[in-house]
């Protein structure tokens, strides 16, 4: 069989299942059976075996598995990072606020890009900035064993500070020293676990919620933040889409300073940045 028959034909069995986008969804799992890259699914063929996977994955796929979990690597600007259950997959709503960062360190003298990473999860955006900057400093904490596990692996041949443990207790030892931290922190309101996509629920829990309001997490970010940064340091978090002002006036009352909210690609609130807090502003936490 042609494999780009197979592949219409995936696709029209994931449309009926509810798949968001069925043909790149088709295309790429017949790859993943194939081991080519997408753009080869013209000229291959498709043996009975490789058919029989491809129909296993379509089944999963239906019953709400992330695509991403079965073909076992998620993209992040430009990184490919394996993922599986217990990591979260990386969200191509967080690579604009890694843009910023990269502009942001890009900026400063090589010397002052001392950066950590709160919640680091499969390392998509440590590894971006790794990758991207070069002459950069970074420092990377996770809570989560099994999620520690993929940002070991993510991370491998990178020369990354990789931690295992609560942000809240992490780098002591770089107090006040720090020129970035960064974070995507659990922000999903405990109520709103019955309203989320399937999908989306197979992300780790402790990935997602954060309390009642959903930020739980955040109040720990700002504090974790002001004694990290050094006092012209700079702090960027993403947040909900319907969070922003809540998360502005929350850094504000901390003693940020020069506190803005950003949007995503899709043009939605989902990154606020901030300036360290002054000696004397250290307020409110
Ligand atoms: C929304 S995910 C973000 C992962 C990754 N940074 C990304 O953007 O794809 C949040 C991550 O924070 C971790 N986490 C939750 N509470 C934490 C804490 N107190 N200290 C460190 N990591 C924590 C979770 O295990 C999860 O991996």
Redesign the pocket.
């Known amino acids: 069989m042609r494999a780009q028959d197979l592949a219409h034909e995936v696709a029209e069995r994931l449309t009926h299942s509810g798949s968001p986008s069925p043909g790149p969804e088709a295309r790429t799992l017949v790859s993943h059976v194939l081991g080519i890259e997408p753009a080869q699914l013209l000229i291959a063929s498709v043996s009975p075996r490789q058919r029989a996977v491809v129909d296993a994955l379509v089944e999963q796929r239906a019953e709400g598995v992330p695509l991403q979990h079965l073909t076992g690597v998620a993209w992040?600007r430009y990184e490919t990072l394996a993922v599986g259950p217990g990591?979260?997959?990386?969200?191509p709503e967080?690579e604009e606020m890694v843009g910023w960062a990269l502009r942001e360190l890009a900026a400063r003298p090589i010397d002052r890009r001392r950066v950590v990473?709160?919640?680091?999860?499969?390392?998509?955006?440590?590894a971006s900035i790794a990758r991207e900057l070069g002459h950069v400093e970074l420092h990377a904490?996770?809570?989560?064993p099994?999620?520690h596990r993929y940002?070991v692996h993510n991370l491998e041949g990178l020369d990354v500070d990789v931690v295992l443990?609560?942000?809240?207790d992490?780098f002591r030892e770089l107090d006040g020293t720090v020129d970035l931290v960064i974070?995507?922190?659990?922000?999903i309101p405990e109520a709103h676990r019955l309203l989320l996509p399937s999908d989306v629920l197979q992300?780790?829990a402790?990935?997602?919620f954060?309390g009642a309001d959903g930020l739980d997490?955040m109040h720990?970010v700002a504090e974790v933040a002001t004694r990290l940064l050094r006092p012209d340091g700079l702090l960027a978090t993403?947040h909900d889409d319907s969070h922003a002002p809540a998360v502005v006036a929350l850094f504000e009352a901390a003693g940020f300073r020069d506190v803005a909210s950003h949007d995503d690609l899709t043009g939605r609130p989902r990154y606020v940045t901030a300036s360290a807090p002054s000696e004397d502003g250290r307020i409110g936490l």
């Open positions: 992040f990591v979260f997959i990386p969200r967080t990473e709160l919640c680091a999860g499969s390392g998509a955006i440590t904490v996770e809570l989560s099994e999620a940002l443990g609560d942000m809240a992490a974070v995507n922190p659990p922000y992300d780790p402790e990935a997602l954060s997490a720990v993403e």
